[in-house]
């Protein structure tokens, strides 16, 4: 055990080399190797092999696999990519039967090993590397709010003549019937009760133990605002790359304990009519030298002329941002006008209905940040989170000011103020005209932004606008 602790620690600090890996490896036993990597559209994908038949060569030469059956990647014709390890991300994956080594892994061109410009992690970490070029700062720290649902059953299918779908919780106000225990959560009252009416606190307390043994910090975790089983578990604030490397985690973790518990849990962000959704509120915030940036006692919500100039790009850029950070058909389900959805373009020290909030739990310089309220579970973290700072950065660049905070009431008088895109469809235009800000410094490439507003146009825009609703029926069968 020791030795996996001091492991962990290497792991958490980035500094293993491919031999301590493998040699690792054979200290706990393990007799598979899982090689992970990231998709385009977020998801994890993986190959597994005999831990004897990686050596030290392949974090150099990489292995080779098929990128072609890789959703947004390569066509048929060039379809030979490399899989490329980082041992840093070197942890036992505590799902598998058998003892597994697990590594994360980006991709390369063959021969010539160059990194592949659709490659989301490689986008991360170019990120990084503007930002440090640009001489702004040299760390960009992100604290991510990943909010998910446990269900104790969930069915759907889409057919030519069929769709329906449903889930259910033993939480569920609507269970306060026969045959209910009279603990049903009611609708939008889930935010902080305690036993009987939260079942999930001991699935959480075995998500968070799991999350911590494999050297992601975490904080509070609770029982959310919607009444089935909305849950969140709070991790500690990291740098940009490693932060989206441990959202990946976080939710693989969640949804094999939730499985193994008999239960389903979903990152998707309105499952639920008429009860809230589950959003990927994101703090940020830069530093250089180990010194924050965005504290000002004297300045607008207590930042600093560089943070507002950061808010400034956000809120500039949000609204091609949400289509990398509110990616999904079923992320406007959630940002709806009216409600507690952050859909204001403005920034505000403690209004929630703002896109962005200024959080005033402490006066420490070294815990100003800003929080962006719009991103959901959805996105692709690497991209997401990239996304995000090249606006702010854009924001810094070009002097912007985002004027005064909106801390009056938005639900009341919105003051004029613009609200977000009502849909992906929309996202995807303003991305398509305004997204110069994130090919700076060849951060993103002009064909990976091009490759997701056409997948995302054709397979989810398209697939959802001409299919029949069930809720047509009832309005529309007895016309």
Known sequence: MAEIEKELRHYLEGNVEPRAALEWSRETSAAMVDLKFCDLLGSWQHVTLPVGSLDESAFDEGLGFDGSSIRGWQGIAESDMLLMPDASTAILDPFTEVPTLSLLCEIAEPVTLEPYAKD?????????????????ADTCFVGPECEFFVFDEVSYTSGPNEARYKVDSSEGHWNSGDPGLGYTIREKQG???PAPHDTLSDLRTRM???LERLGIPCEFHHHEVASAGQCEIDLRFQSLTRMADQVLLYK?????????????ATFMPKPIFGDNGSGMHCHQSLWK?????????SGPAGLSQLARGYVAG?????????ALCAPTTNSYRRLVPGYEAPVNLAYSSRNRSACIRVPTYSESPKAKRIEFRCPDPTANPYLAFAAMLMAGLDGIERGLDPGEPSD???FEDDHGVTQVPGSLAESLDALEADHAFL?????????LIRTWIDWKREYEVDAVRLRPHPMEFALYYDC
Do not use: C
């Open 120 to 136: 989301p992690r490689r986008v991360a970490r170019r990120a990084e590397d503007y930002l440090r070029s640009s001489g702004v």
């Open 191 to 193: 935010y902080f009760p």
């Open 208 to 210: 968070v133990l799991t």
């Open 252 to 264: 693989y973790v969640v949804k094999n304990t939730a499985r193994a518990a008999g239960k389903s």
């Open 289 to 297: 030298e180990g010194t924050p940036l965005f504290a000002d006692k």
């Open 314 to 322: 956000l809120l500039a850029h949000a609204p091609a941002l949400l």
């Open 408 to 410: 009056f009431d938005l």
């Open 439 to 447: 090919t700076k410094g060849g951060v993103f490439g002009e064909d």
